[in-house]
């Protein structure tokens, strides 16, 4: 059973930085990572990273947002800079094993302008 726990979304002014973090419980997972959904909006890949380091970015985050991972601790973190007020959205960590796709539960980033 993977459990996903999720810490650090919040309100933040636009140009602001928030870091979320996600530990993950159970495997050594080959990608981690984080989507996010905005109301009315379908969800959207934000970053992923894979257990050697490849990482994968959406286009609208590169150069603002950096993804990394613990895999002594089997934890998944996003630094977010500059925010803007269209990267509001409850965020999801996401961790794939064994073509396996596992969800967390979401935390709010709310950016104000």
């Known amino acids: 059973q993977v459990h996903l726990v999720e810490s650090g979304g919040g309100l933040v002014q636009a140009g602001g930085s928030l870091r979320l973090s996600c530990a993950a419980s159970?495997?050594?997972?080959?990608?981690m990572g984080w989507y996010r959904q905005a109301p009315g909006k379908q969800r959207e890949l934000v970053a992923i990273?894979?257990?050697?380091?490849?990482?994968n970015y959406a286009d609208s985050v590169k150069g603002r947002f950096t993804v990394s991972r613990d895999n002594a601790k089997n934890t998944v973190y996003l630094q977010m800079n500059s925010l803007k007020p269209e990267d509001t959205a409850v965020y999801y960590c996401?961790?794939?094993?064994?073509?396996?796709?596992?969800w967390g539960q979401g935390t709010q980033v709310t950016v104000s302008s």
């Open positions: 996401y961790v794939q094993v064994i073509l396996t796709n596992y």
């Open positions: 159970g495997n050594i997972f080959s990608i």
């Open positions: 990273i894979a257990t050697g380091g490849a990482t």
